[in-house]
């Protein structure tokens, strides 16, 4: 774990309307990543932002984007989202039927390559992949909306992930994504976490900027 955790505010929850102003104020906070959540409307009930919203946020930011895809067939669109901006992106093991295949095409179109996993996917799909992936990305919400409650059991889920990690000496980075606020975050580091996520506790604060330097300070 890192000594302060990686911060990755979630634009889903940002004001579209303004984008560049939330955006810049992501570039002046304490904050390490942009995470940037793509719903396709069949893998989730819902869909998000897709690729020209990508671009827009890739030209005014200074952080790196942090793409999560939540969709189906995620092969046929990586290398569009890379053109987009994309510096991570992760895919779903419960749609990669060749997970190996699918970040090993992530890593050749230069990104960081992660795997998200659903709250009632067990770490075992994930066993053979650790030392492949530079970030798993535990959801600790069921994907598809923004503001929703965090789900305890994930404490549990993230003790094991570190065990299992530190055991075969991997390097991925632990990122939860999902219900994630001031009020969980130290707890979530002591279980083992090394990045946050974090829509709708940043985005609803009056002061976000601080919001993000409360979570840094978890
Ligand atoms: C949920 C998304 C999350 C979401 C988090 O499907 O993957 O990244 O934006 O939002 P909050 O922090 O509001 O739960
Ligand atoms: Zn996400």
Same mark, same amino acid.
């Given at each position: 774990m890192p000594s !302060?955790?990686?911060?990755?505010p979630s634009v889903l929850?940002? /004001? #579209?309307g303004n984008l560049q102003r939330d955006v810049e104020m992501i570039n002046r906070s304490q904050a390490d990543w942009v995470h940037v959540d793509i719903m396709d409307g069949t893998f989730v009930p819902n869909f998000s932002l897709g690729i020209p919203i990508v671009q827009a946020i890739r030209k005014h930011t200074t952080? $790196?984007? /942090? @793409?999560h895809l939540m969709i189906m067939t995620p092969e046929h669109h990586v290398e569009a989202f890379r053109n987009a901006g994309a510096d991570r992106i992760a895919v779903h093991v419960e749609v990669c039927a060749n997970l190996h295949r699918n970040i090993q095409q992530i890593k050749s179109l230069g990104c960081a390559a992660g795997v998200a996993i659903n709250p009632h996917t067990s770490l075992i799909t994930l066993e053979n992949i650790l030392m492949d992936v530079d970030h798993i990305c535990v959801m600790s919400v069921n994907p598809g909306f923004g503001a929703q409650s965090f789900i305890p059991h994930t404490y549990a889920k993230v003790r094991q992930l570190r065990s299992m990690i530190d055991a075969m000496g991997s390097a991925a980075l632990i990122e939860i994504d999902g219900g994630v606020s001031q009020k969980n975050a130290a707890a979530l580091l002591e279980a083992g976490a090394d990045v946050l996520v974090a829509g709708n !506790? @940043? #985005? !609803? !604060?009056? /002061? $976000?900027?601080k919001a993000i330097r409360e979570l840094k300070a978890s």
């Open positions: !302060s955790p990686l911060i990755a929850a940002a /004001d #579209f952080k $790196p984007l /942090d @793409v !506790s @940043v #985005f !609803s !604060s009056a /002061d $976000p900027e």
